[in-house]
């Protein structure tokens, strides 16, 4: 398998504009996670599906974030308007259940966002 | 809530001089303890899981335990390209999410 696949790898955007990142779990999986990243506050949960549905969503910072899971193979994650505020590493992570063996979370590369 | 503190933030070795980092966790009903390896401008990548006390794993220099409060990692002899971002997390019994601590920052000097 190819592992989590996320898209863009780097995004630079102007305030204001929306922004879209894309991310696909590995086959099978049956949780995805949104995470982000920063020097201040390190990874922080954004959001979770389980089975494409969210499952908890109070990570997220504001209605400017959403979150979509329409299928077992893709999820994204929206900001708009974004702000500079929002300029992070966000990541995507899947993981196969999370009960008894084999729980670990397999994390994507990553999208790096710049908002000026 | 779940918390996760590690120390020390920062980490320098000279290669060969072994070492300890440490996980110190807060969590109702543990139901996995992980480490994760970081590098620069990468996702965090898998080490281990450990699910209970007195529990050990190994691969190559590196070892992890784990007790009902903390968790170490061990770095054996280590070498330059050990050198990355080590990051603990845990998953408690009320939800699925992994939380995360802030990490400790290996540097291995040749």
């Known amino acids: 398998d190819a592992g989590v696949i996320q898209s863009p790898r780097h995004e630079v955007t102007e305030m204001g504009q929306e922004v879209t990142l894309r991310c696909k779990p590995i086959s099978g999986h049956d949780y995805l996670f949104w995470y982000r990243q920063t020097m201040m506050r390190g990874l922080e949960l954004l959001i979770y599906f389980n089975n494409n549905v969210p499952i908890d969503d109070s990570g997220m910072p504001e209605d400017r974030f959403s979150a979509k899971m329409p299928n077992a193979s893709f999820s994204t994650l929206k900001i708009q308007p974004s702000e500079p505020r929002d300029s992070a590493v966000y990541f995507c992570?899947?993981?196969?259940?999370?009960?008894?063996?084999?729980?670990?979370?397999?994390f994507g590369q990553g999208t790096r966002l710049t908002v000026v | 809530e779940d918390q996760v503190t590690q120390s020390p933030e920062a980490l320098r070795l000279q290669e060969g001089e072994s070492s300890s980092l440490n996980c110190s966790y807060t969590v109702s009903g543990l139901r996995g303890l992980f480490w994760y390896r970081q590098d620069p401008g990468k996702g965090p990548e898998f080490l281990f899981t450990l699910y209970s006390a007195g529990e050990e794993k190994e691969k190559e220099r590196l070892k992890a335990t784990l007790t009902k409060k903390e968790s170490f990692l061990h770095i054996t002899a280590p070498k330059p390209e050990d050198s990355a971002t080590y990051l603990c997390?845990?998953?408690?019994?009320?939800?699925?999410?992994?939380?995360f601590g802030a990490g400790t920052t290996v540097t291995v000097r040749a």
């Open positions: 997390a845990v998953r408690g019994s009320n939800d699925y999410k992994l939380s």
């Open positions: 992570a899947s993981s196969p259940n999370t009960w008894g063996m084999n729980t670990e979370a397999f």
